[in-house]
DNA sequence: GACATATTAGAGCGATTGCTCCAATACTGA
DNA sequence: TCAGTATTGGAGCAATCGCTCTAATATGTC
């Protein structure tokens, strides 16, 4: 069944995390990202159809890690899921450069293949969903306010002060979470928002 | 005294900033910006030095800007500050645009010629001043604590949000500036911070 | 008008990049 | 052992980009 494979997709996925996430996008060459592994650019594309489509992988798996954990803690309580970028940040410094220091339409110029728009699709409707179900428990509807205080305090907060350590190259510490709790609960309903 | 500019430095500064702000800073090639103007190549390189030096000189440009309303707001009142990033992003769409979904180090590559990398130190040196000038006032002493508190409210909080409607190409809406008193109350101390 | 000069005008060079293409290679199954 | 094939390995092509260089052009001064 032919040789057998010396790299791994995960490998250059792995390795073009690692690139951009020091040097940013434009950074990530054809042949940085192979010899940072010390592959030959032919076995690039035989695992990926192109640049873009690679990059399309990445932001996506970083997409999924992150949004994984969120709605998980969503679904409990949305003070959790507030902190739960912090942790997410300090496990995954390297995604979270990407995540929070670029944009998708940063990374990639064309078109994405369709399986990964249907992969990017599915994704954006989880979220919005998930968030959606909780503004409801939180403060009873769904209003354009309500959304737009939730997301600050779950998500726009968070990222926010944690963007800042990270272009820095540093890590947050441990009193940005009071931060960010005293700020939930300012601009959160006081009731349960469970 | 030789022939009379057709264009003037700011022609270029104000089509460079135009075009990234729509395209990111990848769509600044050098014929993108002649042609935006209709001027020739050579003319950009008549006034600036390079490619990197004119970004360096955007890129001040927009951090003068927004930093001298900041500045001017927080010598009376935090809070003022914190709204003022508000107000300055609606006069400003396009500088904010850049100022707040870039980094400088993805803008520019290359070192900046003396005399911008003056100027820069100065502005730094300038917001650096009237940040720890403020902690003292509002805290009565500057700790790392405190210090991330302020920066916090002052910076992180409105521009974590504004970055989300800059994105999709939207313009933050009335209600945002309540969220942003909300978290600058809950989160600085309750006396004058005058 | 003649000269000096500041600026426009744009062809084109060297370097880089994404990607292609063809060989070489190592593994599988019979 | 030999055919079949998946994968490595890398030379090189076409396109693009930042930038240079020389000529043309318009303006001020005598």
Same mark, same amino acid.
């Given at each position: 069944m032919g040789r057998k494979a010396h790299f791994q997709n995960s490998d250059f996925l792995d390795a073009a995390i690692r690139i951009i996430a020091e040097g940013g996008p434009g950074a990530l060459t054809i042949a940085a990202l192979a010899g940072q592994i010390h592959a030959p650019v032919g076995s690039v594309y035989h695992r990926f159809p192109s640049r873009d489509a690679l990059l399309a992988e990445v932001w996506l798996g970083i997409i999924e890690s992150f949004q994984d954990d969120f709605i998980k803690k969503l679904e409990e309580d949305g003070l959790a899921a507030t902190l739960a970028c912090l942790q997410w940040v300090r496990q995954h410094p390297a995604e979270a450069r990407i995540l929070l220091l670029y944009r998708m339409q940063d990374l990639?110029?064309? =078109?994405? #293949? #369709?399986? +990964?728009? !249907? %992969? @990017? %699709?599915? +994704?954006?409707?989880? +979220?919005?969903? @998930? /968030?959606? @179900? $909780?503004? !409801? %428990? @939180? $403060?009873? !509807? /769904?209003?354009p306010e309500n959304t737009d205080r939730a997301i600050f305090a779950l998500y726009d907060a968070p990222l926010g002060i944690? %963007? =800042?350590?990270l272009s820095d190259n540093r890590v947050p510490p441990a009193a940005v979470a009071d931060l960010l709790r005293e700020t939930y609960n300012a601009v959160m309903p006081k009731a349960k928002s469970r």
């Amino acid at each position: 069944m032919g040789r057998k494979a010396h790299f791994q997709n995960s490998d250059f996925l792995d390795a073009a995390i690692r690139i951009i996430a020091e040097g940013g996008p434009g950074a990530l060459t054809i042949a940085a990202l192979a010899g940072q592994i010390h592959a030959p650019v032919g076995s690039v594309y035989h695992r990926f159809p192109s640049r873009d489509a690679l990059l399309a992988e990445v932001w996506l798996g970083i997409i999924e890690s992150f949004q994984d954990d969120f709605i998980k803690k969503l679904e409990e309580d949305g003070l959790a899921a507030t902190l739960a970028c912090l942790q997410w940040v300090r496990q995954h410094p390297a995604e979270a450069r990407i995540l929070l220091l670029y944009r998708m339409q940063d990374l990639t110029t064309g =078109r994405w #293949p #369709p399986e +990964l728009q !249907k %992969r @990017a %699709r599915r +994704l954006k409707k989880d +979220l919005h969903d @998930a /968030v959606t @179900a $909780f503004i !409801k %428990r @939180a $403060f009873g !509807k /769904v209003t354009p306010e309500n959304t737009d205080r939730a997301i600050f305090a779950l998500y726009d907060a968070p990222l926010g002060i944690i %963007r =800042r350590y990270l272009s820095d190259n540093r890590v947050p510490p441990a009193a940005v979470a009071d931060l960010l709790r005293e700020t939930y609960n300012a601009v959160m309903p006081k009731a349960k928002s469970r």
